[in-house]
């Protein structure tokens, strides 16, 4: 129930934070409650947090620019503190990393050097924390308070802490730093390179769609923009290899298609975005894929809108309101209606599309419950609103392609609870689709617990989707499972994670129950891995054994001599991660971050943000855990990982040659999560002994003492941990990265991390 409440809490922000930055257009930036940033007291100063913390993905030009001097000064900031000469930058850092630069310099710079740092305007930051995936939530809906940062010659003091740093390092790290590793996003270069290996047969087997977003899209609005491709040839071919036959995009419908006599306002370049859309569908059609869009429509429109639409005007938030599918003309949803049916007849050979009809977006009347406060819907149910809504989209698709499909998902109906009475409304060529797992009772570390989403470590289908099939069923609608087989909020910082019995036992599930088929993962998951690979062999047989589907798998990647170990190793980590304690601190816990966050001395005062910022907000990261619990739990699944890895650190000598580049990342992977979890278990530990040490009234007593001891081992350890994980970070550009929230963490966090624990070390 916590859990729920909790998710809950987190949808009303999410719609406050859409209404209240609506408000806002004529001062686009929002402050929030702007306390003042964080002070970085491991650094000798804020100028030299500044130059470390940009040094490997800002080129120093643009980093002298921004502190009023010239890139000499830099160079000798730099070097001050023992970083590497001729930082090798990103060329798509600028563009496809922008978040990771934004989140770095959010406790450093005040909004005009941000911009000035990002190369953005006013209005391309103010879209970017408003449309990037809810970024300005991400960020904590405040801008901490920064005093404007230049160039100020380092005072002895400082030179002196620089050079204990750049001991430090050379102390730490050695040579390490001077080692070019890989580029950040080489990723991108690679998935797009020619493949030649031999991929499934194309066709259409009976479980279909199964469909995903791309590892690396892009927000904004991509069918607009063709500088960075989101869905290259090869990465096709990638995913058509591990058996994905359908990819998804976002949309804004108004985009795609004019707006005729009711809403003349709507389809600027809307010939531009078709045309770019069809060359797609064309292209994924080469390698047996559809495209399918995510419709979250009608989209809300400013109030100036309605000064010319009066009679369309629905509930309002803000300074933004809902376009009313009640409307006395029905204006909106014909407009729904003869708008799909234009894009389909101009982009022939689309998937379909999907809905979600309560999402954190204000669309239409009931799309938050507060239908009736509108005068044209007060009279009717959600259940009619929604009905009809999707009734319209349904004409409208079938209208130009009665093959394409139509998904109705149910996510936010009736606040995630019983929506039979919604699925009742549904038209009857639509298909259903529910998350797999959600309302899964749990017990992890002896405390109960109901599953939401985003969940790996939890097997389903649970009660919640099987009622809803069963009903959907009955009322003679397919179905779809919308599952996370890569990677979810429980760590999103990997591209998959190798829990592959867990995969095959919920796909063995999900083909027992008769699904249709399944959204394979929301906007992180992407990734063409071997857990997309099983779900695929259960779609092309769907009585196969999870033990059978494993042992094949097993041998393809791993060759006959290392076939049990690497079953092993997968056994490991499945039945370890089995004890994630999941509940309401999903989206707050250092997850994503592991080593690369802080420790604070003192306490930072600041709450955590979603999958942003997790400070030092133990209570929150635990949720309805204990702390002491939540971290033993995330200690276990550390445990657990390190014997598998062990495991599969025996399997990799036999692989397959044409396999050494996957099952390399396998590893990382798995060395990364081992990582993560057992830092999250330290992180929680560090705080409760700092807050303990801190309530004494004598810090010399032997009590204190003992805690200062205990805050040894465990920056020591976290010490190491940042080491080890800098190697593998700066070997593979695919760790840290998730395509909503760029680079969590790149390498250099890892050092900075080291800098941070050494300066505790030495104020113990």
Same mark, same amino acid.
């Given at each position: 129930m916590r859990y729920f409440l909790s998710v809950l809490l987190s949808f009303f922000i999410l719609v406050l934070f859409s209404s209240a930055f609506a408000a806002e257009t004529s001062a686009p930036l929002p402050e929030g409650s702007a306390p003042p940033a964080l002070?970085?007291?491991?650094?000798?100063?804020?100028?030299?947090?500044?130059?470390?913390?940009?040094?490997?993905?800002?080129? @120093?030009?643009?980093?002298?620019?921004?502190?009023?001097?010239?890139?000499?000064?830099?160079?000798a900031v730099a070097e001050s503190m023992g970083l590497p000469s001729r930082p090798e930058i990103s060329q798509e850092m600028k563009q496809r990393g922008y978040i990771t630069i934004l989140r770095r310099n959010?406790?450093?710079?005040?909004?005009?050097?941000?911009?000035?740092?990002?190369?953005?305007?006013?209005?391309?930051?103010?879209?970017?924390?408003?449309?990037?995936?809810?970024?300005?939530?991400?960020?904590?809906?405040?801008?901490?308070?920064?005093?404007?940062?230049?160039?100020?010659e380092p005072t002895a003091t400082m030179q002196e802490q620089a050079a204990r740093i750049r001991g430090w390092l050379g102390k730490?790290?050695?040579?390490?730093?001077?080692?070019?590793?890989?580029?950040?996003?080489?990723?991108?270069?690679?998935?797009?390179?020619? @493949?030649d290996r031999p991929g499934f047969p194309l066709g259409r087997p009976a479980l279909s769609p199964r469909y995903l977003y791309s590892y690396f899209a892009t927000f904004g609005d991509p069918l607009l923009?063709?500088?960075?491709?989101?869905?290259?040839?090869?990465?096709?071919?990638?995913?058509?290899?591990?058996?994905?036959?359908?990819?998804?995009?976002?949309?804004?419908?108004?985009?795609?298609?004019?707006?005729?006599?009711?809403?003349?306002?709507?389809?600027?370049?809307?010939? @531009?975005?078709?045309?770019?859309?069809?060359?797609?569908?064309?292209?994924?059609?080469?390698?047996?894929?559809?495209?399918?869009?995510?419709?979250?429509?009608?989209?809300?429109?400013?109030?100036?809108?309605?000064?010319?639409?009066?009679?369309?005007?629905?509930?309002?938030?803000?300074?933004?309101?809902?376009?009313?599918?009640?409307?006395p003309e029905k204006k909106t949803l014909r407009w729904l209606e003869e708008s799909l049916a234009h894009l389909f007849k101009q982009v022939p050979g689309l998937g379909g599309v999907f809905t979600i009809s309560g999402s954190e977006n204000l669309t239409f009347c009931a799309s938050h419950g507060h239908w009736q406060s509108c005068p044209n819907c007060k009279d009717k149910t959600d259940a009619e609103l929604i009905g009809e809504l999707h009734g319209a989209i349904e004409r409208g698709v079938h209208q130009s392609d009665p093959n394409a499909k139509v998904i109705a998902w149910d996510w936010g109906w009736n606040n995630h609870g019983d929506a039979s009475a919604i699925i009742r409304q549904l038209p009857k060529n639509v298909m259903l689709m529910s998350v797999s797992e959600w309302s899964l009772p749990i017990n992890r570390g002896g405390v109960p617990s109901v599953i939401g989403e985003y969940s790996i470590s939890a097997v389903g289908p649970g009660p919640r989707a099987l009622a809803h099939w069963k009903l959907a069923k009955e009322l003679g609608l397919e179905t779809l499972a919308k599952v996370q087989l890569n990677n979810s909020w429980e760590i999103?910082?990997?591209?998959?994670?190798?829990?592959?019995?867990?995969?095959?036992?919920?796909?063995?599930?999900?083909?027992?129950?008769?699904?249709?088929?399944?959204?394979?993962?929301?906007?992180l998951g992407g990734y063409p891995s071997p857990n997309l690979e099983i779900a695929y062999r259960f779609a092309i047989d769907p009585n196969a054994d999870a033990a059978s589907v494993l042992d094949s798998l097993a041998e393809e990647r791993y060759g006959t001599g290392g076939k049990e170990h690497a079953l092993k190793a997968w056994s490991l980590f499945s039945r370890a991660f089995e004890e994630f304690p999941y509940g309401g601190g999903l989206y707050v816990a250092p997850t994503q971050l592991g080593p690369a966050n802080l420790f604070y001395g003192k306490p930072t005062g600041y709450a955590p943000s979603m999958v942003g910022f997790p400070y030092d907000a133990?209570?929150?990261?635990?949720?309805?855990?204990?702390?002491?619990?939540?971290?033993?739990?995330?200690?276990?699944?550390?445990?657990?990982?390190?014997?598998?890895?062990?495991?599969?650190?025996?399997?990799?000598?036999?692989?397959?040659?044409?396999?050494?580049?996957e099952v390399r990342i396998e590893r990382h992977c798995a060395e990364t999560g081992a990582l993560t979890f057992a830092s999250v278990a330290r992180q929680c530990r560090f705080v409760l002994l700092r807050d303990r040490l801190a309530a004494l009234p004598n810090r010399d007593s032997e009590e204190a003492r003992e805690i200062k001891r205990?805050?040894?081992?465990?920056?020591?350890?976290?010490?190491?941990?940042?080491?080890?994980?800098?190697?593998?970070?700066?070997?593979?550009?695919?760790?840290?990265?998730?395509?909503?929230?760029?680079?969590?963490?790149?390498p250099f966090?890892?050092?900075?991390?080291?800098?941070?624990?050494? @300066?505790?070390?030495?104020?113990?």
């Open positions: 002070v970085c007291d491991h650094f000798p100063s804020r100028m030299h947090a500044f130059v470390f913390r940009n040094w490997t993905v800002v080129p @120093t030009e643009k980093i002298a620019a921004v502190l009023k001097t010239d890139p000499e000064k830099v160079r959010w406790h450093l710079l005040p909004y005009p050097q941000l911009l000035e740092l990002l190369d953005f305007s006013d209005e391309e930051l103010a879209f970017a924390l408003r449309e990037d995936d809810f970024l300005f939530v991400k960020l904590g809906m405040l801008k901490p308070r920064c005093e404007p940062l230049v160039y100020e730490d790290f050695g040579g390490e730093l001077a080692q070019p590793g890989e580029p950040r996003f080489e990723f991108v270069r690679q998935l797009a390179a020619p @493949t923009d063709e500088r960075l491709e989101t869905f290259p040839n090869a990465y096709l071919a990638r995913l058509a290899q591990v058996g994905v036959d359908g990819i998804w995009l976002h949309i804004v419908l108004r985009q795609l298609a004019p707006g005729g006599e009711a809403f003349p306002e709507f389809g600027e370049n809307h010939e @531009t975005r078709l045309a770019n859309l069809k060359k797609l569908v064309d292209r994924a059609a080469r390698y047996g894929l559809k495209v399918y869009l995510y419709l979250n429509e009608p989209r809300s429109m400013p109030l100036s809108f309605f000064e010319k639409h009066p009679d369309v005007r629905g509930v309002q938030e803000g300074d933004f309101a809902a376009l009313c599918t009640s409307d999103s910082s990997v591209p998959y994670l190798p829990v592959l019995n867990l995969t095959a036992r919920h796909c063995e599930n999900l083909a027992k129950v008769g699904v249709s088929g399944m959204m394979l993962g929301w906007s133990v209570g929150s990261w635990s949720g309805p855990y204990p702390p002491e619990i939540f971290a033993s739990q995330m200690q276990k699944i550390a445990d657990g990982w390190e014997a598998g890895i062990a495991e599969l650190s025996q399997a990799i000598p036999s692989a397959p040659e044409q396999r050494r580049a205990d805050i040894r081992v465990l920056v020591e350890a976290e010490l190491d941990a940042a080491v080890a994980l800098f190697k593998i970070a700066r070997d593979d550009s695919l760790i840290g990265y998730e395509a909503s929230n760029h680079y969590f963490f790149v966090d890892l050092v900075e991390k080291v800098i941070n624990c050494r @300066t505790i070390l030495e104020g113990l």
